[in-house]
């Protein structure tokens, strides 16, 4: 059996442009930290505030939809790395810091 040879020529290749997922993510991601922070705002938070795992469940996890739900330890770790939140031992249960009170 022989090889076929197929001849690419250089004027064929074209690059690809990368998929456009980083805007549709990062929407996502501004909109569940958007959830997050206006639930805060809502119940007349300050620092210290506790959102208990059935207010993240009642009140974020049963609101998202799929890209939502994608983004939505993105969305966490940006609000813990900012400083808005603090989460407590069970992973779930977030605390609102003195920074976050303010932005809100």
Known sequence: ?????YANPQQNRQR???PKKSVLETTAKDEVKAMFMAWFKKNGAVAGHVMRKQDVIANVLKKLDKKQDSA????????KRSGLIETKADGVTLVLTQK???QL
């Open 1 to 5: 059996m022989s090889k076929k040879n």
């Open 16 to 18: 690809k442009a990368p």
């Open 72 to 79: 939505l330890e993105q969305a966490m770790d940006e609000l």
């Open 100 to 102: 976050g009170a303010e």
